[in-house]
């Protein structure tokens, strides 16, 4: 089968027409196979939802009990038959619960691996290359400039300011979902064990990795207790980016602007945004990775998808490896 | 290069005076010699380097990038040394030698690298850097950190790490040179004070206090000078032991934009004054305002028309020395006589002394600041007979009583968010007056004010840019502002001058927002061609 038969993108999402499902898919639909928890990928209102446990938790999280009409649990590395289709189901490293999904019939198999990462996180499985004809990559960070720094160092300069501003308090932008609770993990094994003050829009969330057995230490509502403000002095307070630029950050004293973002790389990123202290962590593969995972698979097909395609193409054509970008709507790369 | 990368990346990105000179502080007492040294003439512009050319930087990455890849990276990054640092892979082969990657190390090397070898050193040096480092070291070698920190910013930070107070830094500045190692064994007190070679060093200058309420009425008018506070740059004029330097308030050597200034001065001693241009009140031409003096200012090269059409002068307000004997010590009044003599006898066109003004009362002396009879005054100076000449701003022998500030009212068009502790506020205004386009009143921006008002102002400001947005481009909102709704607030500024690079025309100084006018309808605001008058010193009423 023509790896274009067997998937191909509508306005409703990418679609397997053998299968009758989509993935990912941006408006409600019959049969949804969702990669991850990510607002902008697992929506609400689908008949029927295929996904991790974890990401099935997070949606009934984010968006209530009746967040779909039914619900199955894919099983990592099980394979299972939708209509003509064969899908599984495999670890990305995106977030808690992430998964690639290779999807296959007649031969060919597509994997498409929704936002993926390559580095260790404390917080999720890593990714699991999985041999495939056409590899649909995300390129969030699909230029040459993208080279994340080990995220230890990153976490070791938000420490160095907390010594060097023990009155201030330091405020964390951080994606409430997978962002927030890697930092503070990572915070946690740099030896940081002072409470942590977290938004409102983090605990639900929070709690859940804490009963999945990820340990997040000492977390407290970001809330006044009393008229003391001087408790935030010196301690690091994690909410959404929004979070940061809304009257909610009034009440803490003095504080430092940080955002824990693979964007905070290019300086004039951080400057527009009022980011003192920018810490490059991203969820997404850096340039190296997504060439090293291309590499690595080795398939006889590229599709690109949400982000910077055009440099991430060429490096295929380079290569000479056969690659296309494949123009998928409503997919955000901003929130990283 | 490491720290002195990471101190670069955390001061381009931290906006207050104080968390920068911690930083700074910090950097210099973690850093060993002659490292911070180094970084502190970096950051203070000593420093001289061959420079490398960019072009060079250029074809340095496409020796192992493809073009096309480079070219939609540095249209993403938009900065070339940060492309570069970013997108740098270190090749396989990449020379193994193994560098010293200290800042001093590596100043050296380029410093004693002959031409022929510059490539091949750029190119080995990026290959063992980390992308931080490698930002800073291209930085470095392409001339302009950028990093918004001034010169005098980085002394205060020096002075800080032996607690000293800044003016002792600033007298030592121009005597020493990086990597300032004997400056900092000082500071630590591992070493003596370093003793100058130099004569011609500046001495920090002495500063007043602004008068404050009620400070005068425990004064008698009888202990006091009076000189007008004239609106050029505050300079110090040195020759001494045969070398003349011109210096700036702060220290800053600007022998260079007036070599007319110094090949005039043609005595023994050190004057304190004003500099400014347009005619000596001894050649009876008038003096020419802040912004003729704009047009000399920050020059490397001055051009002979650029003497004719804006000729300098200095207007003498204190002398330090006298020929080489230091007279700080002596009373004002004993300087100043020693001042007019040395005045009377150098060139009319370069120099006249600051005339003082006879008063009886204070109230009297506060009618003449109010109406100031030289559109050049900005209002005036108090100086106590007796003052030694002090370094610094101690409050009671100088004080400084300026002219009211002028005001208009004008309309809130564009608010930006604050950094630091106002982060979450739209404490950033742009603001507007009425001016003719295409047949109607239209707003035109003339100004920006981020001080001014209370804390309660500005919860008051940051609410009517919140409920009034009309568009917003990144950090920045634009808000309603139309004849009969919008937010007028009544803008002080200390002066205004013509400008090229702003669209209305003319730059105002300090304005800041004195009140806010919320019984006023945008309608109400100024117009443009009020502020033009101002510039054109027409009074009115």
């Known amino acids: 089968m023509k790896p274009d038969a067997l998937l191909f993108p509508t306005p409703r999402g990418l679609f397997c027409e053998v299968g009758q499902f989509y993935v990912d898919p941006v408006q409600p639909v019959e049969r949804a196979l969702i990669t991850h928890g990510h607002a902008d990928h697992a929506r609400s209102g689908h008949r029927h939802v295929l996904a991790t446990r974890e990401t099935l938790d997070i949606m009934r999280i984010r968006y209530g009990e009746d967040f779909c009409e039914s619900e199955q649990v894919a099983v990592l590395g099980e394979r299972l038959a939708i209509n003509g289709a064969t899908v599984s189901f495999h670890p990305a490293g995106h977030v808690l619960g992430s998964a690639q999904i290779a999807v296959e019939a007649q031969g060919t198999r597509i994997v498409v691996s929704g936002d993926y990462k390559r580095r260790r996180d404390p917080t999720c499985l890593p990714f699991e290359p999985v041999s495939c004809d056409v590899f649909i990559t995300e390129a969030t960070f699909g230029l040459p400039v993208f080279h994340h720094p080990d995220d230890r160092h990153e976490v070791a300069k938000l420490l160095t300011s907390l ?139 590229v599709w690109v998808t949400h982000g910077r395609e055009e440099a991430l193409v060429r490096w295929c054509e380079l290569q000479g490896i056969a690659a296309r970008p494949l123009h998928l709507v409503g997919y955000d790369d901003e929130g990283e | 290069m490491r720290a002195f990368a990471e101190l670069l990346d955390r001061l381009v990105l931290t906006p207050q005076r104080n968390a920068k000179i911690r930083l700074l502080t910090d950097y210099f007492r973690a850093t060993p010699d002659p490292d911070r040294g180094y970084a502190l003439a970096a950051i203070a512009s000593t420093l001289s380097l061959n420079a490398v050319k960019p072009a060079l930087l250029r074809e340095l990455v496409l020796e192992r990038m493809d073009e096309v890849l480079f070219r939609y990276s540095y249209d993403y990054v938009g900065d070339l040394a940060e492309t570069i640092s970013l997108v740098w892979e270190p090749t396989a082969d990449a020379d193994r030698k193994e560098y010293d990657l200290s800042l001093g190390a590596i100043i050296h090397q380029l410093q004693s690298v002959s031409r022929s070898e510059v490539r091949a050193l750029v190119r080995s040096l990026l290959d063992q850097m980390d992308s931080s480092s490698r930002f800073a070291f291209l930085k470095l070698v392409t001339g302009g950190l950028r990093i918004g920190v001034s010169a005098r910013l980085a002394k205060q930070a020096v002075a800080d790490v032996g607690g000293r107070d800044i003016g002792d830094v600033e007298t030592l500045w121009h005597g020493l040179s990086p990597p ?61 032991g045969g070398t003349r330097r011109l210096y700036s308030r702060s220290g800053d050597d600007i022998s260079g934009t007036f070599p007319d200034i110094l090949e005039a001065a043609d005595f023994e001693g050190v004057i304190d004054g004003e500099l400014l241009v347009g005619g000596t009140s001894r050649t009876n031409r008038a003096t020419r305002t802040f912004s003729d003096l704009q047009q000399r200012l920050n020059r490397k090269t001055v051009s002979g028309k650029m003497l004719e059409d804006y000729p300098a002068f200095v207007r003498g307000y204190d002398l330090l020395f006298s020929g080489t004997t230091d007279i700080r010590s002596d009373g004002f009044l004993a300087r100043r006589e020693k001042l007019a003599n040395l005045v009377e006898a150098a060139s009319p066109v370069h120099f006249d002394l600051s005339p003082l003004v006879p008063f009886s009362t204070w109230e009297e002396l506060d009618h003449l600041r109010s109406e100031p009879p030289d559109p050049v005054i900005e209002g005036i100076m108090l100086k106590r007979l007796d003052s030694p000449y002090t370094s610094g701003r101690a409050k009671g022998p100088w004080f400084k009583w300026k002219r009211n500030p002028y005001n208009i009212d004008a309309v809130l068009m564009y608010a930006q968010r604050g950094h630091g502790k106002r982060s979450s506020y739209y404490s950033d205004f742009t603001f507007g007056v009425w001016t003719e386009g295409d047949g109607k009143d239209v707003l035109v921006p003339v100004g920006k004010a981020y001080f001014g008002f209370t804390d309660a102002e500005l919860e008051v400001l940051d609410r009517f840019v919140r409920n009034n947005t009309i568009e917003r481009f990144g950090p920045v909102r634009s808000v309603r502002a139309e004849a009969d709704f919008g937010f007028v607030v009544e803008v002080a500024f200390e002066g205004i001058n013509r400008s090229g690079r702003h669209k209305s025309g003319v730059a105002m100084r300090f304005p800041r927002i004195s009140r806010l006018r919320t019984d006023k309808l945008p309608r109400d605001a100024d117009r443009l061609e009020t502020l033009i008058a101002m510039i054109d010193g027409v009074k009115l009423t």
């Open chain 1, 163 to 301: 010594r060097q501003f023990p009155e201030r308090a330091h405020l964390v932008g951080a994606y409430a979902l997978g962002k927030a609770q890697r930092v503070i993990a990572l915070l946690r094994e740099a030896g940081h064990d002072a409470p942590i003050y977290i938004h409102g829009a983090l605990t639900k969330l929070c709690d859940y990795y804490q009963t999945k057995g990820y340990d997040l230490g000492d977390l407290r509502p970001a809330t006044i207790v009393g008229k003391d403000r001087q408790i935030f002095a010196g301690a690091v307070v994690i909410g959404p980016p929004s979070a940061f630029a809304d009257k909610w950050a009034r009440r803490f004293p003095d504080p430092v602007s940080i955002f824990a973002s693979g964007w905070m790389l290019v300086r004039q990123r951080a400057k527009q945004r009022g980011v003192e202290l920018p810490m490059i962590i991203s969820d997404h593969c850096d340039w190296a990775e997504l060439t090293q995972t291309i590499r690595e698979i080795a398939p006889s097909q």
């Open chain 2, 180 to 240: 300032y190692t004997e400056l900092f064994q000082w500071l630590e007190g591992k070493a003596e004070k370093p003793a100058l070679k130099t004569p011609a060093v500046f001495h920090a200058v002495m500063l007043a206090t602004p008068v404050g309420d009620n400070d005068l009425a425990s004064l008698d008018p009888a202990d006091f000078a009076a000189e007008w506070k004239w609106d050029g740059i505050r300079v110090q004029l040195a020759n001494l």
